[in-house]
C-alpha cells in the first residue's frame, strides 16, 4: 500500500454537528500532518504528528481536535465550526531518508459547514 | 523565516511551447525543495524535489543557491499538463514544516 487514504470524500456538517476525519497510511511514515486548503490557494499547516505524539499545532482553533491512534492512523475531530471552516482537509504523511524527508498526500476530505 | 514566491499565478501556453515556472525561496541554511502539482480534482503529488536530480513526465528544475531559485521548466507543453503547480520549501531550520508558495496555475492551450 503506497498511498495516503482519507475518509469520507466529502462531508456537510452544521455549525451545532460533531465529526470525525479519518487518514491512513501504511508505509511506516513517522511523520503525518493535518493541511486545510481553500479553493484556488496553497495548503496550510494545521497539525503535525511526530512517533505518535502531538509536535506542531499551528495556533489551530481548539473546534479542531486532532488524535493519532497509533502510527498508521489520524484523526480530525470538528466539533462546532463555522461556515468559514469549510475547505479541502488534507492528509499527508512522510518519512526522512537519506535523501530528504518528502511528504505525500491523500486525497482529501472536501468539508461544507452549513 | 521561510518563504517561497511563486510570482506568476497563471501562465498560458500553447501545446509545443517551452513552458518556465518561476519560484524564489528565503531560507536560512540549506533548503531542500520540492514542486507538487494538483490536477484537477486529483490530490497534491510530488513532482519533483532538488535532492533526486531527477526528470519527471518532461519537468526539470535546478536548484540556483545563488539566485535563490528552483524554477520548473519542460522544453515542450503538452495539453495534459494544465494544473495547478506549486512550490515548496522544507528544512532543519523551521522543524522540517513544509511552506507552500502561492501556486503557478499552468494553461496548455491546444
Known amino acids: 500500500d503506497t498511498e495516503v487514504t482519507q475518509t469520507p470524500k466529502h462531508l456537510v456538517m452544521g455549525m451545532t454537528n460533531k465529526k470525525s476525519l479519518k487518514c491512513e497510511q501504511h508505509?511506516?511514515?513517522?511523520?503525518m500532518y493535518w493541511y486545510k486548503q481553500k479553493a484556488k490557494k496553497p495548503p496550510e499547516l494545521m497539525f503535525v504528528y511526530s512517533y505518535e505524539k502531538l509536535s506542531i499545532n499551528e495556533s489551530v482553533p481548539s473546534r479542531f481536535s486532532p488524535e493519532c491512534p497509533n502510527s498508521s492512523l489520524l484523526n480530525l475531530h470538528l466539533h462546532a465550526l463555522q461556515p468559514e471552516d469549510s475547505a479541502l482537509y488534507l492528509c499527508?504523511?512522510?518519512?526522512?531518508?537519506?535523501?530528504?524527508?518528502?511528504?505525500?498526500f491523500g486525497p482529501g476530505t472536501r468539508l461544507l459547514v452549513l | 523565516a521561510q518563504r517561497v514566491t511563486q510570482p506568476e499565478k497563471l501562465l498560458s501556453v500553447f501545446k509545443g511551447a517551452p513552458v518556465e515556472l518561476k519560484c524564489n525561496y528565503s531560507?536560512?541554511?540549506?533548503?531542500?525543495l520540492f514542486w507538487y502539482v494538483q490536477y484537477s480534482r486529483q490530490r497534491l503529488q510530488l513532482l519533483l524535489r532538488h535532492i533526486s536530480r531527477e526528470s519527471i513526465k518532461g519537468f526539470t528544475a535546478d536548484l540556483n543557491k545563488g539566485e535563490t531559485s528552483f524554477h520548473l521548466k519542460k522544453p515542450f507543453a503538452q495539453e495534459e499538463d494544465s494544473a495547478m503547480y506549486y512550490c515548496a520549501l522544507s528544512g532543519e531550520a523551521a522543524g522540517n514544516k513544509l511552506t507552500f508558495g502561492g501556486g503557478t496555475r499552468v494553461l496548455v492551450k491546444p
Open positions: 531560507y536560512s541554511g540549506s533548503p531542500e
Open positions: 508505509m511506516g511514515h513517522r511523520a
Open positions: 499527508a504523511s512522510s518519512l526522512r531518508d537519506l535523501s530528504g524527508e518528502t511528504q505525500y
